[in-house]
């Protein structure tokens, strides 16, 4: 009953914040920044004319080359501006220094040197200052392989336009099963919008497990504490901390999903976001739970941090070791992703550090068995439980010691010594 | 009322306090007397449940410890502290809540208090925007909001002007004639003599000394001569029936051996110099403790026991 006034207080002094309106409007706007402007630059930077220079050592490739680099804009223009650049064998190197400084001053993208064996050994060489854009250098280097290809099968005697037939490429097309049902083209989206909800995931465990850590730090350094260790157990007040920073972040979640559905229904976007984020019910739910218990669970670790720190920089310093945790989470995904119902995946969705980022990852991408499921929501509990029942140990001394910070080997003994 | 048998607590080795005893009779205002250091903020956050002792127990109303116990007593903390961002009214409002009291009543009782105590137009304004006078006031009115019948102060009058150090005197006296127990703790003895009933001198976690304060005064105040003098204080000294000097600046407090004749001394005095007043005199509750002390071959340091504090 003391937890719930506690809770209730932290609660409303920080929904009445005006950082807390700010963060809550700040937020997705960072977070949305943060996510799609990569991938709108990703998705929109192929969309530019390149042009490329090339150095054609054998002489006659180039015109089966830029054949076959054929692709064009939206708008119908050609999406490779190829040159073929004259030289004389003499002064080449006076040719390349040239085009580097094109390179350099942005006139051309890079320029392709072909050397005379080509055909023989099948290897070229690409200069630019953007070797980062993957998807263009695929495509010339298929267009590359293409032309000599081309060049070799006709050295057997065949008829050019034969060829061309023949090494017409081959598109493949993605179809993810779904419960039996075909989905086609989502599943890029799907990664996409896991993505998103372990970034908030993320972020808000993060953000609210320091809140509880800070705001006991605080309650320490303004004396507070003594008053309110006098009225309550140390565990209702940890408990009600964290139950009242938790629902917080509970209610900035409902604020941005009816601000998220209030869009959608306006229709003014729907088209613009169904394009980037897929999701269904499930994974809302399961982003709910695993946000409640995944912050449970850091926050009574932040609490009993809080509690044997004197300042926020000593708190920040110690909590770093615990956030390495959260941002393994996010380190992990690709391999996650690559096997989603592998040994590996599965082993650390049971790690209750990771559990919450890495099952609710897993669940989004393919739905691991419920037993699984299941497992890692009570392993997650267990934790709870053990992690709260240690913290309100450490808590209930720690909290009361000012000056020097307990080593590791004094909150063990405490931890052996105390009642809760 | 309160109950402690032979209560002991150590800090890393440092004895904080020693089996300590003590006895409060419900209805009186108790004195917890003695330098910084000497364990008596450690032995009332025991009482109140916030460290356990290590050896022995402390009952309150003749229960061992429990929440509802713990509800019926007012604490004011030494170590100060509110939030600095709420507002007074809701602030007041919260911790009368968890001591049990519902919203509503709590929030009458405030109002009720905030006038009492010069407080009023300041229930909406944030705790930071107070003085520090103002919120030492605050504080107490969070003490006494849940209607307890034992109040603990530790260190009440720090911080406050004569003024309101008065109106708070006038508070305590009157909670004490509706029939409330106040345990006053305090380093300055000598400002809360008249409003103790019985008092307990401690010294080091120990117990130096307890009872009925008039019985105490009665005891020590046969040999105390108070002296303005002007001449050589060393003279004083010399004399055989004088135990101690202490010099306030403007008057002497001189402490005698038993069985002397204080005319004696006032004789001396005349000899060696001018005598502006004399009076026989109550020793100082101060002066009792440092007699005490050293009567128990102790040595007092409270210029220790002040740095280990800090």
Redesign the interface.
Same mark, same amino acid.
């Given at each position: 009953m003391k937890m719930l006034r506690v809770a209730r207080r932290e609660y409303l002094e920080r929904v009445r914040k005006k950082t807390f309106l700010i963060g809550t409007i700040l937020g997705p706007v960072l977070m949305g920044a943060a996510i799609l402007v990569p991938g709108l630059i990703f998705e929109l930077s192929p969309e530019k004319q390149k042009s490329v220079a090339v150095i054609d050592s054998t002489g006659s490739i180039f015109k089966e080359f830029s054949e076959a680099l054929s692709d064009t804009l939206e708008s119908g223009t050609p999406l490779f501006k190829l040159r073929n650049v004259q030289f004389t064998q003499e002064d080449m190197d006076v040719t390349r220094r040239s085009l580097a400084m094109e390179v350099e001053s942005d006139v051309i993208d890079g320029y392709i040197v072909i050397p005379k064996d080509i055909v023989e050994e099948g290897s070229a060489t690409f200069y630019g200052k953007r070797v980062g854009d993957v998807k263009s250098l695929e495509r010339i280097e298929s267009a590359l392989s293409t032309a000599v290809s081309a060049r070799r099968l006709s050295g057997e005697g065949m008829d050019y336009g034969q060829i061309r037939r023949l090494l017409r490429n081959v598109e493949l097309e993605t179809i993810q099963l779904h419960k039996g049902e075909e989905r086609k083209g989502e599943f890029l989206l799907v990664y996409f919008t896991t993505f998103i909800f372990i970034m908030m995931l993320y972020f808000t465990i993060l953000f609210w497990g320091v809140a509880v850590m800070r705001s006991i730090v605080e309650e320490k350094n303004n004396r507070v504490i003594e008053v309110l260790l006098s009225s309550l157990r140390s565990f209702d007040l940890m408990g009600g901390k964290i139950l009242g920073v938790g629902s917080v972040g509970l209610t900035q979640y409902a604020i941005w999903a009816a601000f998220a559905l209030s869009l959608s229904f306006y229709g003014l976007s729907t088209g613009m976001l169904n394009q980037y984020v897929t999701f269904s019910w499930v994974t809302i739910v399961f982003f709910v739970v695993y946000y409640v218990l995944g912050f449970m669970f850091y926050s009574t670790i932040f609490a009993s941090i809080g509690s044997v720190c004197n300042t926020d920089q000593e708190a920040q310093q110690l909590q770093v070791p615990v956030s390495m945790c959260l941002v393994f989470t996010l380190i992990i995904p690709m391999a996650i992703l690559r096997s989603p119902d592998g040994s590996f995946a599965t082993v650390v969705s049971m790690i209750p550090f990771f559990t919450p980022i890495v099952m609710f990852m897993r669940i989004n991408i393919l739905m691991p068995p419920i037993w699984q499921v299941a497992l890692s929501i009570a392993i997650l509990l267990g934790s709870i439980y053990i992690s709260g029942m240690l913290a309100a140990k450490i808590f209930r001394i720690g909290i009361l010691m000012y000056g020097k910070r307990p080593s590791l080997p004094e909150i063990l003994k405490w931890l052996r010594r105390a009642k809760t | 009322m309160l109950e402690i048998n032979n209560v002991t607590k150590q800090f890393d080795g440092v004895l904080a306090v020693n089996s300590l005893s003590l006895m409060i009779e419900p209805g009186c205002i108790y004195g917890l007397l003695g330098p910084n250091g000497a364990g008596k903020t450690t032995t009332i956050?025991m009482i109140?449940?916030?460290? =356990?002792p290590d050896e022995g127990e402390i009952k309150v109303f003749d229960e061992p410890f429990s =929440?509802k116990v713990?509800?019926r007593?007012g /604490?004011l903390?030494e170590?100060?502290?509110? /939030?600095?961002?709420?507002k007074v009214l809701d602030h007041l409002v919260?911790?009368a809540?968890?001591?049990?009291v519902p919203s509503k009543v709590a929030s009458k009782r405030a109002v009720e208090w905030v006038r009492r105590l010069e407080l009023a137009g300041w229930e909406d304004k944030s705790v930071e925007s107070l003085s520090k006078g103002m919120q030492q006031k605050m504080?107490f009115i969070?003490t006494v909001l849940h209607d307890p019948r034992l109040v603990i102060l530790d260190e009440p009058f720090t911080g406050l002007d004569p003024l309101n150090t008065q109106l708070l005197k006038d508070i305590i006296v009157e909670m004490k004639k509706e029939g409330r127990t106040v345990v006053l703790s305090t380093h300055l003895m000598d400002q809360v003599e008249k409003l103790c009933e019985r008092i307990c001198l401690i010294n080091k976690g120990s117990k130096v000394l307890e009872g009925k304060l008039a019985d105490i005064k009665m005891e020590f105040s046969q040999n105390v001569i108070q002296l303005r003098f002007v001449g050589e204080r060393e003279q004083l000294e010399r004399h055989p029936g004088v135990q101690q000097v202490s010099d306030f600046g403007q008057e002497l407090s001189i402490t005698l051996e038993p069985d002397t004749d204080p005319n004696d001394v006032l004789s001396h005095a005349i000899r060696h110099g001018r005598v502006e007043r004399f009076e026989l005199g109550e020793m100082s509750l101060h002066d009792i403790f440092i007699a005490k002390v050293r009567e128990g071959g102790g040595e007092v340091d409270d210029e220790d026991a002040q740095s280990r504090q800090a």
């Open positions: - | 956050r109140m449940g916030i460290i =356990e =929440e713990r509800e007593i /604490y903390p170590e100060r502290g509110l /939030y600095r961002k709420m919260f911790l809540e968890i001591k049990g504080q969070s």
